[in-house]
């Protein structure tokens, strides 16, 4: 980010759009002023909140970070929440109603005492939100807030907010939610500077369709991708995995019970549901790196390797490289090279794959990762390390695809090139499972869906056969 000229007055309620690695969150850190120092990067200009430098006035802006994970601080969710408004020494007997008032306000109804460990990653993100507006910042700053959250925390997080006096900078992907709220649009330049600055009206009437085609996201404009055609004789594919009476948790004690899901070659699954039912949970199983609590999980025909059934979690992580690729919720769960290039490389070489070197450079291409070949991944966007991680679970050509909210963090160009993968690897007789929150991506890869819900059994819907 650089070259950005900007003024924010008290009380503005700011949507800020740009393509990824534009350096929205970047913006958002120095607002916040949590930067660092010349050691962590070169600045240039100033930044000021207040007419003081910002990185001066920390407590005075409030930031929910993109990582749900980074934002939690202590083991059980009242603390958590109480952390920041013991910092800015808030008189004890304030502290735990503004506590409860901001669970409340977010939709979190569980005890204060409930451990934060056992959250899932969309109630994670509930509960940052929560410990920033109970410290009632000046600047409020949310860095895709609602992108892991089901509609209705999505709904309750926007009525949280919109019920907020204070100053608003928000990066959010799911732009039609937002539009009513916020009174002026700014749209960040990738080479620096920024590109459109006004009311919705001005900035989406006048320029929607060039700010589309640029990769941001605008209200209405839903991407779409092909899909290859099932011939009547093709059908559905041979079975590749098959889950019966399974039961998953996040611990020892199961959120879902009784799953009945057959994965098939050439199909793309899609898993949804509220937060906290299990989504993930189920992902780690499917994916082979962990056991049903319950019931049984077991692989079948060309994924078996033509053996009798076996049950994914007993295999060695070697042998699923080929069978089942896997992308987690949080990317640097999976990085382990110092370079994006020698990430994408370790699957393929582990394989011995004779055409290691030209997968790799295929994969940069597709998903716009080849100016950052030698950066350290931990160094890139939250969308530039989701697709990283999708490219390097593609890398090994796996049978079966386990992706654990796929298009997080990405813009509308990005998107549609990650989806076009995943579709292209279904359409040539892979098979995917997706957990998502992502309608769009509902849409297009939503071949069969598996609803997860609290109360009663999963619900298998399977969407009309392609012509």
């Given at each position: 980010?650089?070259?950005?000229?900007?003024?924010?007055?008290?009380?503005?309620?700011?949507?800020?759009?740009?393509?990824?690695?534009?350096?929205?969150?970047?913006?958002?850190?120095?607002?916040?002023?949590?930067?660092?120092?010349?050691?962590?990067?070169?600045?240039?200009?100033?930044?000021?909140?207040?007419?003081?430098?910002?990185?001066?006035?920390?407590?005075?802006?409030?930031?929910?970070?993109?990582?749900?994970?980074?934002?939690?601080?202590?083991?059980?969710?009242?603390?958590?929440?109480?952390?920041?408004?013991?910092?800015?020494?808030?008189?004890?007997?304030?502290?735990?109603?503004?506590?409860?008032?901001?669970?409340?306000?977010?939709?979190?109804?569980?005890?204060?005492?409930?451990?934060?460990?056992?959250?899932?990653?969309?109630?994670?993100?509930?509960?940052?939100?929560?410990?920033?507006?109970?410290?009632?910042?000046?600047?409020?700053?949310?860095?895709?807030?609602?992108?892991?959250?089901?509609?209705?925390?999505?709904?309750?997080?926007?009525?949280?907010?919109?019920?907020?006096?204070?100053?608003?900078?928000?990066?959010?992907?799911?732009?039609?939610?937002?539009?009513?709220?916020?009174?002026?649009?700014?749209?960040?330049?990738?080479?620096?500077?920024?590109?459109?600055?006004?009311?919705?009206?001005?900035?989406?009437?006048?320029?929607?369709?060039?700010?589309?085609?640029?990769?941001?996201?605008?209200?209405?404009?839903?991407?779409?991708?092909?899909?290859?055609?099932?011939?009547?004789?093709?059908?559905?594919?041979?079975?590749?995995?098959?889950?019966?009476?399974?039961?998953?948790?996040?611990?020892?004690?199961?959120?879902q019970r009784g799953i009945d899901l057959t994965i098939r070659a050439g199909v793309s699954t899609v898993i949804t549901g509220l937060n906290g039912t299990g989504k993930s949970a189920l992902a780690v199983a499917l994916a082979g790196l962990a056991a049903p609590l319950a019931g049984t999980l077991t692989a079948r025909g060309v994924l078996a390797h033509g053996t009798a059934r076996v049950q994914p979690h007993r295999w060695r992580s070697r042998e699923l490289l080929t069978r089942i690729g896997t992308v987690f919720q949080r990317p640097e769960h999976q990085f382990v090279a110092r370079s994006v290039r020698e990430e994408l490389a370790v699957g393929p070489r582990l394989t011995r794959a004779a055409d290691a070197d030209a997968r790799v450079d295929a994969l940069l291409e597709r998903l716009r990762l080849t100016h950052l070949a030698d950066a350290h991944p931990y160094t890139l966007s939250g969308g530039e390390q989701r697709r990283l991680s999708v490219a390097t679970a593609l890398a090994t050509a796996p049978a079966v695809l386990v992706l654990d909210e796929p298009t997080f963090g990405q813009d509308r160009t990005t998107w549609t090139e990650l989806a076009a993968l995943v579709a292209a690897h279904v359409d040539g007789g892979g098979a995917a499972v997706s957990v998502t929150h992502d309608d769009d991506y509902v849409r297009v890869l939503g071949d069969e869906r598996l609803h997860l819900s609290r109360d009663g059994a999963p619900v298998l819907d399977r969407a009309e056969v392609r012509a």
């Open positions: 980010m650089a070259g950005v000229d900007l003024v924010l007055e008290p009380g503005e309620r700011v949507l800020l759009l740009g393509p990824s690695g534009a350096g929205k969150s970047t913006l958002l850190g120095g607002l916040a002023g949590i930067l660092g120092d010349e050691e962590d990067g070169e600045e240039t200009g100033t930044l000021t909140l207040d007419g003081q430098l910002a990185a001066s006035q920390r407590g005075r802006a409030g930031l929910v970070l993109q990582d749900p994970d980074a934002n939690t601080i202590l083991p059980a969710l009242g603390d958590d929440v109480a952390f920041g408004l013991e910092n800015l020494a808030v008189p004890r007997e304030e502290i735990w109603p503004r506590v409860r008032a901001a669970l409340d306000a977010v939709g979190l109804t569980y005890p204060l005492d409930r451990p934060t460990a056992h959250l899932s990653g969309g109630e994670r993100q509930r509960l940052a939100i929560a410990g920033v507006l109970a410290m009632e910042p000046g600047l409020l700053l949310l860095d895709e807030p609602t992108a892991n959250l089901d509609h209705a925390g999505a709904d309750e997080v926007r009525r949280a907010v919109a019920a907020t006096s204070t100053t608003l900078v928000i990066v959010d992907h799911r732009v039609d939610q937002w539009i009513d709220l916020v009174d002026r649009v700014l749209v960040l330049e990738p080479g620096g500077g920024i590109t459109a600055d006004g009311s919705p009206a001005e900035v989406f009437d006048s320029r929607g369709a060039a700010l589309a085609a640029a990769g941001v996201w605008v209200p209405g404009a839903r991407p779409q991708i092909e899909r290859a055609g099932r011939t009547a004789d093709h059908g559905l594919g041979d079975v590749l995995l098959e889950a019966d009476g399974a039961a998953v948790g996040h611990g020892p004690t199961p959120v």
